[in-house]
């Protein structure tokens, strides 16, 4: 299984990835990670990234791409990967499309994690997390039995300044904005899979695998 995860922050893709990993037994790739450790090691990719880091911009695409390329060359990699984070955009997807076909391991789909916009604006904005043991709770779809506190330790429950409505609609936006060109893209090289992702999280896994494993070579 090859696939790309895209989904807008509050769709449950963290979620779903880790149950694919867990049932198939491939890692989760997310490019973000790659890139701290990659500097916490301090490889010559990572050293790379930190000095434009430190500059103050933005890690080029192809020293992304060298860190896919190392990280998909491990064994855990050899039966599939989940990657997530990347690409962002038609010339990182393109820049994609070479890389796999050089290593010979062709994308199997892009799944779209499909969450109407003010579903994802209410799983957002009630968030509320508990100071003391880090646990998340939702106001709309997952509360705590006493309001305000934490039903696994009894500490105080905390909405994050930046989980309001305003800041929330913005990174919404900006993601829809980013991710619809990318959407056609893979459509247009009938690798799309659009997976409704409302309802419970055992639901939306089954839909998951059901878009995805019709998409895998001998399936």
Do not use: W
């Not at 990659?38 to 990719?45: E, F, N, P, R, S």
């Not at 880091?53 to 190392?70: N, Q, T, W």
């Not at 508990?130 to 330790?153: S, Y």
Request: net charge negative.
């Amino acid at each position: 299984m090859r696939i790309i995860l895209l989904g807008a922050p509050g769709s449950g893709k963290g979620t779903q990835a880790q149950k694919l990993v867990a049932q198939f037994n491939i890692p989760q790739v997310s490019t973000g990670d790659l890139l701290r450790e990659a500097v916490a090691k301090g490889t010559d990719l990572g050293q790379r990234a930190k000095a434009v880091m430190d500059a103050g911009e933005l890690v080029s695409d192809d020293i992304v791409l060298g860190m896919i390329r190392e990280r998909l060359g491990k064994p855990d990699a050899a039966a599939g990967f989940i990657l997530d984070g990347f690409p962002r955009n038609i010339a990182q997807a393109q820049s994609l499309d070479v890389l796999l076909e050089e290593l010979g391991t062709p994308l199997d789909a892009a799944v779209l994690m499909d969450v109407d916009f003010d579903v994802l604006l209410k799983r957002l904005t009630g968030r509320r997390t508990c100071k003391a043991c880090g646990r998340v709770f939702n106001i709309h779809f997952f509360p705590p039995g006493k309001e305000g506190l934490c039903d696994a330790c009894g500490g105080e429950l905390v909405h994050r300044a930046d989980d309001n409505e305003e800041t929330i609609s913005q990174r919404l936006r900006v993601y829809e904005a980013q991710t619809s060109p990318l959407v056609e893209f893979y459509e247009g090289r009938n690798k799309l899979k659009v997976v409704p992702a409302e309802g419970e999280i055992e639901s939306v896994y089954e839909r998951l695998v059901a878009a995805v494993v019709p998409s895998l070579p001998g399936a």
